[in-house]
């Protein structure tokens, strides 16, 4: 159609580049791209069956996150986060969590928080399950989506963009110690759905002390498993 034919076709590049970025970071978040590992754009390209623009621009999109750095001559490769990276990440959590869910458990309970936070706890009961099962994969993906939800009730876009990337920065980090685990059954936090009923209530002092034992459980899973 003449006069669409340009807007469509940037569209679509901008969705596949947006798909590419995300079947990468869940190559990643599963272990199967490993921290240092190095590829070229070519391969990846060749992998999903795409031309190499899109690819270098979710390649791209990726280092810009933290999950990838470029490698002059080289292609990318995975960063290569520490366990001081970690406890970084884990403190960053902290001091922006401990405001933000302050000022979420005093917000007024009107009927669309409620109906919010009523699908935000889905998540976390699918979360839950993921953990008592040790299975995760599927407990990263619930986990991501459960605090991106509950962080979007706190009002602030740029606060919920910054959270996002980080929480995925730090399972980025995390699941190269976890995946050495032989079984996560009964090792991994699983507290959501406490969490959605404190808040529900307004109970914001409860609601920070889960939040307190969950990156205090995270970076201590971390640790012992590093040391493993």
Known sequence: MPGTG????AVTRSTLR??????LRDEVLAGRLKPGQEFTVKEIA?????SATPVREALVDLSAQGLLDAVQHRGFQVHE???G??????????????????RLGDR???TRTAAALAGVRRRGEEARRAAAAGDLNILIGYDLRFWRELIV???????????????VRSWVCAVQHLRRADDLRGRLWDRYTDLVDALTR?????????????????LTLVERLAGE
């Open 46 to 50: 060749e992998q999903y069956g795409v």
């Open 153 to 167: 009730l706190f009002g602030n876009p740029y606060l919920s963009d910054f959270l996002h990337r980080l929480r």
């Open 202 to 218: 307004r109970d914001a002092l409860t609601a920070q002390e889960i939040i307190a034992a969950y990156d205090d459980h995270s």
């Open 85 to 102: 990276d970690y406890r970084h990440m884990v403190e960053a959590r902290i001091l922006i969590g401990d405001g933000m869910f302050r």
């Open 108 to 110: 007024k309970m009107d």
């Open 81 to 83: 986060y520490s366990l």
């Open 18 to 23: 947006q798909q590419l970025a995300d079947a």
């Open 6 to 9: 340009g807007g469509n076709g």
